[in-house]
């Protein structure tokens, strides 16, 4: 439950040392279900700079990532809307893996398996720092923001 130098060298950690980006490793006890909130009340930061990795699908069972704010929800109908899909539902979670390599709880946009298509909530751009899971549950990595453009990411307005 520390910043930590000995941390796990995951895919994402490849990924972010492959493209020269800076980051902060962050160890902690994962607890299922606790989501973005545990994390920020283990560090003390605020949940809205704590985002989270989302793996969706749409009506043709073709995956996507929606990069959001920890507090803040998706909605999905918006974002098929603002996509051009007709529908857009949270991936099935051993299809996420699938596609990601990652287990739910410890996904990231970094060094996933399959390129999928990355979306970040425009404003994640306003923040000063991020911290998003490193591949591993129990695994955060603080980050600027900018360093998801090495994702090559469209933003979106979808957060409710």
Not at 141 to 155: E, F, T
């Amino acid at each position: 439950m520390s910043k930590n130098t000995d941390y796990p060298v995951t895919s994402a950690v490849r990924f972010l040392r492959t493209h020269k980006i800076d980051f902060e490793p962050y160890i902690y006890v994962y607890e299922e279900h606790g989501g973005t909130g545990q994390f920020a009340q283990l560090f003390g930061v605020d949940e809205h700079q704590v985002v989270k990795t989302i793996v969706l699908q749409n009506e043709a069972k073709k995956g996507l990532v929606v990069v959001m704010h920890g507090d803040k929800q998706i909605s999905t109908r918006n974002l098929a809307r603002d996509l051009g899909m007709k529908h857009i539902e949270p991936a099935d979670p051993k299809q996420a893996n699938k596609w990601t390599g990652y287990l739910v709880g410890g996904t990231t946009p970094f060094g996933m398996k399959t390129q999928l298509p990355v979306y970040v909530e425009k404003s994640i751009w306003d923040l000063e720092k991020v911290y998003i899971n490193g591949g591993k549950r129990g695994f955060i990595i603080g980050i600027s923001p900018q360093a998801l453009r090495a994702l090559n990411p469209q933003d979106v307005q979808v957060a409710v």
